[in-house]
């Protein structure tokens, strides 16, 4: 769903380049332009989600993390690493402002590999190369772009909505695209399948993910220190593969607009379920400390934004949510709103790993959507 208006000016800015220049030019060595080290954060790229630059490559942990280029040429080379393997990565590459649901899909399996992007003429191109896996699959890194031309400068920043995304497996897109009898793999999970995507797909806004299957509030499958959680993530670039939080700061740039968490099942299937009595009620108390907490953290950093925090009918780190939030300050409470979606086998049918399809994930969007528009001046995108 991306804005009319943005593809015509994608189809204008393309076709003018390519009426000038329809012949094929041979690609010497003065034609390669190549970017690498600190010119991967410079002019010619635009960056989406969380990255650093550290031995002179870009680290990209997060679902949803990936790039945007403009250049004038017919070929683009990606030169890629992937560290500390656990399963390939996949990524969906968009040319020329197709939606990248649209485009294809491009698999990252070695620990050094080159990924080239051909079009069939020589003229002005867009290209979106964005990451679908998590950080459990290994780490990944850009180690340079080379084309048989030149790159653009990057244009001014659109003004659209920021959307921070915040969760686990579910907004993850475990398992969205595959069927219910298979078990997660990153060939039939996808971020941009996960509702969480989608919704800011909705709004033709920008996204920086936050999420790794296992992970919860205070506590999930993978917390070993006591404090291997995402309110602990939040503060860092990245997740690595080994499920330690990488440490390197992130400056919480850009500032989100809209907010959505889905947090909370990991906290109560991995811990707070398999305890009774006092022991539990504790670790429910924990919990609601954590959800305090870490809505004062994001009303500090984000003051302006509206957070949409999820869950699914009957939930108990739902419910729990919820009742932190009935016990706000009015002027918090205004920027709070928990919303309903569908779980898994609602609004589709159950996707792989026992988790939501893409066409459950779908609903939730439109679920989503409505409550922006309901609290914000945010309107949906025409389609």
């Not at 499920?243 to 992130?250: A, E, K, R």
């Amino acid at each position: 769903m991306i804005k009319k208006v943005f593809i015509t000016l994608c189809m204008i800015f393309i076709l003018s380049s390519c009426s000038e220049q329809q012949v094929e030019t041979s690609t010497s060595n003065e034609d390669v332009k190549i970017l690498e080290d600190e010119a991967l954060l410079g002019e010619s790229i635009i960056w989406y989600g969380r990255h650093h630059l550290e031995d002179e490559q870009v680290f990209f942990y997060y679902p949803g993390t990936g790039f945007k280029i403009m250049f004038t040429g017919s070929a683009v080379n990606i030169n890629l690493a992937l560290d500390n393997k656990h399963s390939d990565i996949y990524f969906s590459l968009s040319k020329d402002c197709e939606p990248l649901l649209d485009g294809d899909v491009v698999v990252l399996s070695e620990a050094e590999q080159t990924i080239q992007i051909t079009f069939d003429t020589y003229g002005e191109h867009v290209i979106e190369f964005v990451k679908r896996s998590e950080p459990r699959d290994g780490v990944t890194s850009l180690l340079s772009l080379e084309t048989n031309g030149t790159f653009m400068e990057r244009p001014e920043e659109e003004n659209v909505p920021h959307f921070l995304i915040i969760g686990a497996s579910g907004i993850s897109g475990n398992g969205a695209i595959g069927e219910p009898w298979q078990g997660r793999t990153t060939a039939n999970s996808s971020c941009l399948h996960s509702f969480g995507y989608l919704t800011a797909e909705g709004f033709n806004g920008s996204y920086e993910f936050v999420s790794n299957s296992g992970w919860g509030l205070a506590f999930g499958y993978n917390d070993r220190t006591g404090e291997d959680n995402i309110m602990s993530a939040y503060e860092s670039v990245g997740i690595d593969a080994d499920q330690n939080i990488v440490d390197v700061s992130d400056d919480h740039s850009p500032i989100p607009d809209i907010i959505i968490v889905n947090i909370g099942g990991n906290d109560y299937s991995a811990v707070i379920n398999r305890l009774t009595g006092f022991a539990r009620e504790e670790k429910i108390l924990e919990f609601k400390d954590a959800v305090a907490d870490f809505i004062f953290t994001l009303r500090e950093d984000a003051p302006d934004a509206h957070i949409f925090w999820t869950m699914t009918e009957g939930s108990f780190n739902g419910a729990a949510a919820q009742s932190v939030f009935d016990l706000l300050p009015a002027d918090d409470k205004f920027y709070v709103h928990m919303v309903i979606i569908n779980g898994v086998g609602e609004g589709g049918e159950t996707g792989a790993n026992n988790h939501a399809s893409y066409e459950s994930h779908l609903g939730s969007s439109n679920i989503l959507i409505d409550a922006i528009e309901q609290y914000t001046d945010y309107n949906r995108t025409e389609e």
